[in-house]
Each structure stands twice: as structure tokens, then as C-alpha cells.
């Protein structure tokens, strides 16, 4: 199974307020920073976007204001959604690609872990069910197979048949 380091995009620091008050410079930097993002780490779940754009506004939450407006600008930059079970996955506008690696570095929920890149590592194990379960959370250093892992885990194997 090949890997690789997961690639992180370079943030423009922004502030919360004046992206609430429409401020011009600050919607610019949060379509850079959401064209960086994308570009660089795709695909990416729309939780691991917003953890990411934590860090440019420095807080330790997302309100729904400010996700209606990154929704708004995601929209409006074309990038192609493709459903994850749980969440959805942002892919540039050129579309999906072939993922042919599992990322690493990265601590990510394994629900963040899209079907395509899954499928790297699940080929890799050559097991069913439960036993595939269990590898997979010990590959990504979860111990407990909660329902929400099991209900994710259940749909990628379904996914890379």
C-alpha cells in the first residue's frame, strides 16, 4: 500500500467579524483560502474544511452564520460534492480523481477518510466485515468500533466492491 504525507495548504489568517459584516478583503481571503484548501488537500470532508478554516479565524468553532456563509462561496467556486455517508467531499472543479494512496500525518476521524482513498487500504487488508473493521480502526488508532464507525465502515466496504 503506497502513502503519502498529507499535503496541508497554506492559510491566509482572517477574522470572523468582518467576513460577517461583508467585508470585501476578507471574502477574498476566504475564497483563496477555500481554493487552497481544496486544491491542495483534496479531497477533503466538509469537517476537516472547517477545522482547517478554524485555524485562519483562529476559533475554536464554526457558527451556522459563518458555515451558510463558506457554503455560499463553496458553491459559487464550483467545486464538485460527492456524498461520504456522513459528510460530504469537496474535489476541485476539474472533478474527482483517481486516489490511489492512503494519506498520513494527518489525525482524522475515519469517517474523514474518503471511500476513494479507503479503497487503498481495504484492497491492502483483503478482509470482510468485522475483521476489516477492526484492521481499519487499528490502522488509524481507534480502538473501540463505535455505531457510527460500524455504519461508515460498512458503507465503504459496500463502496469498493
Not at 476578507?26 to 481544496?38: A, M, P, Q, R
Not at 476541485?92 to 486516489?99: L, M, V, W, Y
Request: aromatic share 12%; net charge positive.
Amino acid at each position: 500500500m503506497e502513502t503519502k504525507k498529507y499535503e496541508f495548504a497554506k492559510l491566509i489568517k482572517m477574522d470572523l467579524n468582518s467576513m460577517y459584516e461583508g467585508n470585501t478583503n476578507t471574502l477574498e481571503n476566504l475564497d483563496k483560502n477555500l481554493l487552497s484548501i481544496v486544491n491542495t488537500e483534496a479531497p477533503i470532508t466538509l469537517n476537516l474544511l472547517k477545522a482547517r478554516l478554524r485555524e485562519a479565524f483562529n476559533v475554536a468553532k464554526i457558527s451556522q452564520k459563518a458555515l451558510d456563509i463558506i457554503n455560499l462561496h463553496i458553491k459559487k467556486l464550483g467545486f464538485v460534492i460527492t456524498d461520504n455517508f456522513y459528510d460530504i467531499v469537496l474535489w476541485p472543479n476539474t472533478g474527482e480523481f483517481k486516489i490511489n494512496y492512503l494519506r498520513v500525518g494527518y489525525d482524522r476521524q475515519i469517517y474523514d477518510v474518503c471511500y476513494q482513498e479507503m479503497k487503498v487500504l481495504t484492497d491492502t487488508l483483503n478482509l470482510k466485515k468485522e475483521e476489516l473493521y477492526r484492521e481499519i480502526l487499528k490502522y488509524f488508532g481507534f480502538e473501540v468500533l463505535t455505531k457510527k464507525a460500524s455504519d461508515y465502515l460498512k458503507f465503504i466496504e459496500k463502496k469498493c466492491k
